[in-house]
């Protein structure tokens, strides 16, 4: 993957990040974007309380992951740091 196809696809998760942002602070958690490597792996830290919620794992796989695979195919998971 290119540096550009790499910002390309940066800028897509962000924004679906924004898009499920709102759910996660109605819990009194939210989303962090770390990076993102060359291999489509998006790392995130869960803040709030996802940071420690007991759900945390969950709430990464079946929402953020899926929403953000969904909106972009190129990711391939979705990692908590």
Known sequence: ???????VIERKVQNALQQ???YLQQD???VEYVDM??????MVRLQ???GSCPHALATL???????????IPEVKCVERV
Do not use: F, L, S, Y
């Open 1 to 7: 993957m290119t540096d550009e196809e790499k910002n």
């Open 20 to 22: 499920i942002r709102p």
């Open 28 to 30: 009194g958690g939210d």
């Open 37 to 42: 490597t060359n291999e489509g792996v998006v």
């Open 48 to 50: 709030g309380h996802c």
């Open 61 to 71: 796989k079946n929402g953020i992951e899926a929403a953000v695979k969904k909106a």
